[in-house]
């Protein structure tokens, strides 16, 4: 228990120099998007909000198209909200849209997963046998 409110106290602590990033700059798509997985992951009863975390993954890539990140965190929560075609589209548009800076994170990291999540989308969706 000890350990769970170290985490949430360090998570609190995190959302407020977050939100002092974009006191400073409203328009940094990272700030956004580390927003968004706070109130993800954070419970509904230390400040966790799932709409306010899918508007704040929405602003994250809307600033940056290119963001990689942001998409794949936001068809997660796609995923996770029961809109799988939604979630289908970010990861798709992950693995065309290669970011202009950084591109070795994208070749090993965020296209490998787009393409896992695109592939575990299509698996759970394709008609099992008839018989």
């Known amino acids: 228990m000890q350990d769970l409110v170290a985490a949430a106290l360090t998570l609190q602590t995190l959302k407020k120099h977050v939100n ?22 954070l419970p509904w009863f230390l400040g966790g909000d799932p709409e306010a975390a899918g508007e704040d993954l929405k602003k994250a890539i809307s600033l940056d198209a290119h963001y990689a990140p942001g998409r794949l965190d936001l068809g997660k929560w796609y ?9 289908a589209m970010e990861f798709i548009r ?35 046998p008839s018989g």
């Not at 970011?99 to 695109?118: C, D, V």
Request: net charge positive.
């Open 94 to 128: 992950v693995l065309n849209a290669p970011p202009l800076k950084k591109r070795w994170i994208w070749e090993r990291i965020h296209r490998p997963q787009a393409q896992s999540l695109l592939r575990q989308i299509r698996v759970s969706e394709s008609p099992g």
């Open 20 to 41: 002092r990033m974009l006191e400073l700059d409203e328009e940094h798509a990272p700030a956004h998007h580390m927003l968004g997985r706070i109130y993800e992951e």
């Open 79 to 87: 995923l996770k909200h029961g809109c799988s075609q939604d979630a």
